[in-house]
């Protein structure tokens, strides 16, 4: 069987659940090469061995992407592996999401260490790579919150403006390069991710939303995610906005 991504590698940042793995697999049914990270191993290993078992090849690199000086090793790791870096997803991510008066700020350093410092200084380490090749694709994950803006999310929509903003001027520098950049948003996705609410007003406003709607699956993301990294090299999908169809904000 031949895939679309044959020869292809990719990494994939929080391969340990919801999005990213359902794209780390995705990738892999292609013919990608995944380079799988997050924090926990045990959940890795598992995806590693299914994409294996199915025919893949998958490393599953466990890390705190947070922490600058393990970006280097993710990316040599992967290099050494299999030669050549093709795809970046930056898909880690966290919601802790509160009104602005109530937040904890240590809260949206998490978020802006995560969801915006880590995508850029990973980007940023594997960008020599992808240069010297002479051609790559970096797809980051922000949001609906990263085009729009709503009560109690402020935090949350500041890390994924500044995706937005980080992927368009990105986009306006490397595309001469042979570097395509896509920026994916995704409306309310059936994953992990509310799990970690903590303020109580904030979470019993995300379970209303959760209920008022039929989210999407992490599934439909990865094929969104497919579809923009298995376009003609001519090709360069800027923007993917995908919400449930009830989902009206
Ligand atoms: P999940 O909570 O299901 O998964 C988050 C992933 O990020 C996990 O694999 C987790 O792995 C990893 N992660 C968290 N912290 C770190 C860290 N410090 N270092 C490395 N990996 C880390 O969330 P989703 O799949 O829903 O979210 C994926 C992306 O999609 C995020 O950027 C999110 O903002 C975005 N998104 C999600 C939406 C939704 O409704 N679900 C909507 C719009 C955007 P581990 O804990 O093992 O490290």
């Not at 359902?22 to 926990?40: F, H, N, Q, S």
């Not at 090749?133 to 403006?161: E, P």
Request: charged share 20%; net charge neutral.
């Amino acid at each position: 069987m031949t895939g679309k991504l044959d020869g292809k590698v990719a990494i994939i940042t929080g391969a340990s659940a919801g999005i990213g793995e359902a794209t780390a697999i995705a990738l892999a049914a292609e013919g990608a090469k995944v380079g799988l990270v997050a924090r926990r191993g045990d959940r890795l290993e598992a995806l590693a061995k299914r994409i294996v078992a199915a025919g893949g090849e998958a490393l599953a690199i466990v890390a705190d992407i947070t922490d600058e000086t393990k970006l280097q090793t993710i990316v040599d790791k992967t290099k050494t592996t299999w030669g050549r870096i093709d795809i970046l997803v930056n898909n880690a991510g966290i919601a802790r999401i509160g009104e602005i008066a109530k937040a904890d700020p240590a809260d949206w350093r998490r978020m802006i260490d995560l969801n915006l410092l880590a995508l850029m200084n990973l980007t940023h380490t594997v960008l020599p790579i992808l240069q010297a090749q002479g051609s790559g694709h970096i797809v980051n994950i922000s949001s609906v919150a990263g085009r729009t803006v709503r009560v109690g999310i402020g935090g949350y929509n500041v890390s994924k403006w500044g995706v937005n903003a980080f992927s368009e001027v990105l986009r306006q520098e490397v595309s001469s390069q042979n570097i395509r950049v896509t920026v994916i948003e995704p409306g309310m996705v059936n994953t992990e991710i509310s799990d970690h609410i903590t303020d109580p007003i904030a979470k019993q406003r995300s379970e209303e939303r959760w209920k008022s709607i039929t989210p999407l699956e992490s599934e439909d993301i990865a094929a969104a995610i497919v579809y923009a990294v298995t376009q003609p090299p001519r090709v360069n999908v800027n923007e993917i906005l995908i919400r449930p169809t009830t989902q009206t904000w």
